[in-house]
């Protein structure tokens, strides 16, 4: 193992039912106007908005809305919501979403207080250094953001889509409601597998040699539960059983634990999924479902070992030689990301071959900016990208 | 997956030679005058005292010490240390040591800012509304204590151990430098597996029926990751590696996290060992060699599809009906803790038939205690505890 430091003081709220105890969570953490950030109609359609909003006024919290949070969320967005979070003085922020939702949250949550542009944060050009608290409904599992200091923004006009972390933005509490989940329609319940395995396998797969049968251990475990969650939903989206376990595992698949101690590792797949979606705007997980598979092709030319130990340990395939074992594995996986419901080729995001280049020359650039490493130039990436075209 | 709400702030700081960075961690923490708790000799024979004491002295954090907890950590140990850090002033408490002195810790930093005495929230007489901040170095892993809010402390006339778990008790954070554990003998390497795998095992094994597949993932991996490392360490006692990965696997296998979700379980075997432990001061996990594979003897009765699981997850049995399966699996587990090197008899840990009686009505009134179940009689536990006479 190599030397860490971990830090997750982000208290998680799980059963059904406990949408309808928020507002006294947020009174509880010392709030008592917030701004109430959400997306699209969803939450006004399922019953969440209600439930919240009552939670809320009944706990004597008041609160202001920021609505219309897209997926990739947008600077424009945040920069509205910052304005509007100073203009009502508000003392936290509450996202009742998914992964976009709260990402933008957090944006907002560290632009409040800073005295630069929120960008230069996602350009490395300054470290927020306080935010306002962040409390959680989860109403999409997916990208890990309720439990771990992230946050990912697409500029509109460059459509660079550039990530934060910094131990500011670990949300205060988080709730769990598997029973908000019961009207995630079956598209989105396979990105969030897509996106969730993605966060589990890409540190499992690009670390260094070395003994961590406990990461090893944490990440089969997270994989398995994934996909025995992600098959039963879509065999009964009613099984509230299976979208708890779905939620307690994307979370589980993204706060950082699990990779934690395996020293250095790289966001290979995202770093090449993100120039996708934020051109396209093709739902992450399904970028993920098709640039990551191809990633692992191209990959299993020097990691072999790793990828065959994900075939054996993720997919169960039963091959001695690893060259083989990895082709089989990644086979599998795809034929599996297929089943489900996702994307499996570049023209299913209705991309077409003369597009790659444009995706490449960010993907390039974010390879840098991330530290992907020096062999992802535009070239290389295009290369990854057209292996399922 | 059933409700539950999680919360585990400690700072876990890993590596080797972190030990040394005890001073800075204390001061940033802000702690300026800690009581150092210790137990025997060991941390000043091989070298951690000097280590962390110099770190403190660097770092103008002032010290008292308090050393000589034993293993089974004595209520008069946790009294003289409250005495010693009320007439100290102490604003924290650092414990250099395993399970005993970080829990013997944990009641010092409870008891000081107490009206009633200390022994009231181990009876559940009070419940702890406050504590002083608690920082731990540690050099043994094995019991979670590091990551965990909880303390177990046997009373010395009566030798009841009894525990008290409150989420003001957890660690601001804690050391895990691997370095530190390359002293740990054979046997306590032994003990400590034995604890840590009971640990991850009692709610996998005890928890209602249902889908868990992040929960069961967890378990099966950490204990698979404590087997290799301590198979590891015991054939190089000088492979850090292992020491690190089993310092690792110990702290997830009790931090609260693999078993959150699963509902209602019981800490069965340990509820049996702990009037054994706090009887005839056998160490903890060489008891829990011994009454472990007994209860579940016991239990297969009943929970045989459970320990079936456990068999084929974590032992490897290959074997189609359940009773067979469970049967085979405590053989394989029972043969490789004697391998390791723990007693697996009563006998070997001192124990005459003729005192079984005592040690089984301290395991009935412990069972009443904790909710164990009222299955647990004094008669059952007797029984139980005979089973590897």
Redesign the interface.
């Known amino acids: 193992?190599?030397?860490?430091?971990?830090?997750?003081?982000?208290?998680?709220?799980?059963?059904?039912g406990?949408a309808g105890t928020v507002g006294a969570e947020v009174a509880a953490a010392g709030m008592r106007n917030v701004l109430l950030v959400y997306g699209k109609s969803s939450i006004k359609r399922n019953g969440v908005y209600d439930a919240v909003t009552a939670s809320l006024k009944a706990a004597g919290v008041a609160w202001t809305e920021w609505p219309g949070v897209s997926a990739n969320p947008l600077l424009s967005q945040v920069q509205g919501g910052i304005a509007l979070a100073r203009e009502a003085k508000v003392d936290g922020i509450l996202a009742v979403g998914g992964g976009s939702v709260i990402d933008a949250s957090k944006a907002i949550a560290m632009g409040v207080p800073a005295a630069c542009d929120v960008w230069d944060f996602y350009m490395g050009a300054a470290a927020p250094q306080a935010a306002l608290p962040v409390a959680v409904v989860l109403t999409l599992p997916a990208t890990g953001s309720e439990m771990n200091g992230g946050t990912v923004v697409t500029h509109d006009e460059t459509r660079e889509k550039r990530a934060v972390i910094n131990p500011t933005l670990h949300p205060r509490?988080s709730i769990l409601d598997?029973e908000v989940t019961r009207s995630v329609p079956p598209d989105y319940v396979a990105y969030s597998a897509s996106d969730a395995i993605s966060h589990t396998i890409e540190s499992y797969l690009t670390r260094a040699p070395?003994?961590?049968?406990?990461q090893?251990?944490?990440a089969?475990?997270?994989v398995?539960?994934i996909m025995?969650?992600t098959e039963?939903i879509l065999a009964d989206p009613g099984d509230v059983?299976?979208r708890?376990?779905m939620m307690?595992?994307a979370t589980?698949a993204w706060n950082f634990?699990g990779s934690?101690?395996v020293g250095a590792w790289v966001t290979a797949a995202h770093t090449l999924e993100h120039p996708l979606s934020g051109l396209f705007d093709v739902a992450h997980g399904a970028g993920l479902a098709v640039v990551g598979p191809a990633w692992m092709v191209w990959e299993s030319r020097r990691r072999t070992d790793r990828i065959a130990a994900f075939a054996r340990r993720m997919m169960d395939v039963r091959i001695d030689d690893d060259a083989a074992a990895a082709a089989e594995g990644i086979a599998r996986f795809r034929a599996w990301l297929k089943k489900i419901g996702n994307p499996v080729t570049l023209g299913e995001c209705g991309v077409t071959p003369g597009q790659i280049p444009e995706i490449a020359r960010h993907a390039a650039i974010l390879a840098k900016a991330w530290g992907t490493g020096e062999e992802y130039t535009a070239e290389v990436c295009a290369e990854i990208l057209g292996v399922f075209m």
């Open positions: 193992m190599r030397p860490f430091t971990y830090c997750n003081p982000t208290k998680i709220c799980f059963g059904s406990t509490f598997p070395g003994f961590f049968p406990v090893d251990g944490y089969e475990g997270v398995r539960a025995a969650a039963r059983e299976a708890g376990a307690w595992a589980l634990l934690s101690g």
